[in-house]
């Protein structure tokens, strides 16, 4: 896993923002955010930015985190 998100595609249209991952539906921004995204999306990475925005962003921590005491609940 390389860790950099990929995969993600966006249409604006009429005020509102649809962004997809690989094909299907992660979130739609209207109004401000839309407009704030559509800036945005200029000057940072898009695929970063769509994945923060939709909130499927991996911290890269997962299995560490996975691996605690606190979290582990009968798993192993």
């Known amino acids: 896993m390389s860790g950099v998100p990929g ?3 966006f249409t604006a249209r009429g005020g509102e923002v ?3 991952h690989h094909g299907r539906p992660a ?3 209207r109004g401000r955010a839309a407009a704030v995204f559509l800036r945005d999306v200029e000057v940072q990475d898009p695929q ?3 994945a923060r925005v939709t909130g499927n962003y991996r911290h890269g921590n997962e299995r560490t985190a996975a691996m605690h005491p606190r979290n582990r609940g009968g798993r192993r």
């Open 7 to 9: 995969g993600f595609a």
């Open 18 to 20: 649809r962004i997809s």
């Open 27 to 29: 979130g739609v921004l």
């Open 48 to 50: 970063l930015l769509m």
